[in-house]
Nanobody, 122 residues
Framework: VVQLQESGGGSVQAGDSLRLSCVPS????????MGWFRQAPGKEREGVAA???????SYADSVKGRFAISKDNARNKVYLQMNSLIPEDTAMYYC????????????????WGQGTQVTVSS
């Protein structure tokens, strides 16, 4: 079993930035397709950003131009840089891993982190 540990959430004002990090316990960040998902109260979990094992990235339309996903294989970390945050970005953010190319289907991800809360106030 691989554990995913997220960090970097917090409470910020609209327009601020945050950077989330995720570390897989097996040390094999380069082998996994990594996705960031979020879930707001009363809403379904939705995909935000993803990065394939080869580094190809994907973004939800709602965050394009504001969020950036990246990974550092040497540090075994995947990051989600979130800029120009808006109140609608408020949610629990989850890191997830799969052993193939990424998509937005939550059922295809094998491992999930516990989540980190992001709260954006206006």
């Amino acid at each position: 079993v691989v554990q995913l540990q997220e960090s970097g959430g917090g409470s910020v004002q609209a327009g601020d930035s945050l950077r989330l990090s995720c570390v897989p316990s097996d040390g094999r960040i380069g082998s996994w397709g990594m996705g960031w998902f979020r879930q707001a109260p009363g809403k379904e979990r939705e995909g935000v950003a993803a990065i394939d094992p080869d580094g190809t990235t994907s973004y939800a339309d709602s965050v394009k131009g504001r969020f950036a996903i990246s990974k550092d294989n040497a540090r075994n970390k995947v990051y989600l840089q979130m800029n120009s945050l808006i109140p609608e970005d408020t949610a629990m953010y989850y890191c997830a891993a799969k052993n193939s190319r990424c998509n937005w289907d939550v059922s295809t991800y094998i491992y999930w982190g516990q989540g980190t809360q992001v709260t954006v106030s206006s």
